[in-house]
């Protein structure tokens, strides 16, 4: 069992930047591959990003490519989104997530969720 918990997100100018952190309970933290989506108004929830337990390797929707990094300190039990050049497109709930089973290669089923965060990029 995990428990997740992102940081409270906000309100960012188009253009600007915003780091979300989702803190996890457990002491299992790095043997989750973890992961970020997001849910627009009216929209389903997708994929944005996702990291290996270690940190070695990432995978990102095309959408953000280029503009958002994910990172984790398995020290720290955390996983970090940093969102640059963000625009309108990005406004959405932000859920972290870890992964407890490889479905195929590359592709994660997410078990434990968080609650979300609100993002909100004004024109």
């Known amino acids: 069992q995990v428990e997740l918990v992102e940081s409270r997100g906000g309100l960012v100018q188009a253009g600007g930047s915003l780091r979300l952190s989702c803190a996890a309970s457990g002491r299992t933290f790095s043997g989750y591959t973890m992961g970020w989506f997001r849910q627009a108004p009216g929209k389903e929830r997708k994929f944005v990003a996702q990291?290996?337990?270690?940190?070695?390797?990432?995978d990102y929707a095309d959408s953000v490519k280029g503009r958002f990094t994910i990172f984790r300190d398995n020290a720290k039990n955390t996983v970090y989104l940093r969102m640059t050049s963000l625009k309108p497109e990005d406004t959405a709930v932000y859920y972290c997530?870890?992964?407890?089973?490889?479905?195929?290669?590359?592709?994660?089923?997410?078990?434990?969720w968080g609650q979300g965060t609100q993002v909100t990029v004004s024109s």
């Open positions: 997530a870890a992964a407890t089973r490889l479905v195929r290669p590359g592709e994660y089923e997410y078990t434990y």
């Open positions: 990291i290996s337990r270690l940190g070695s390797s990432t």
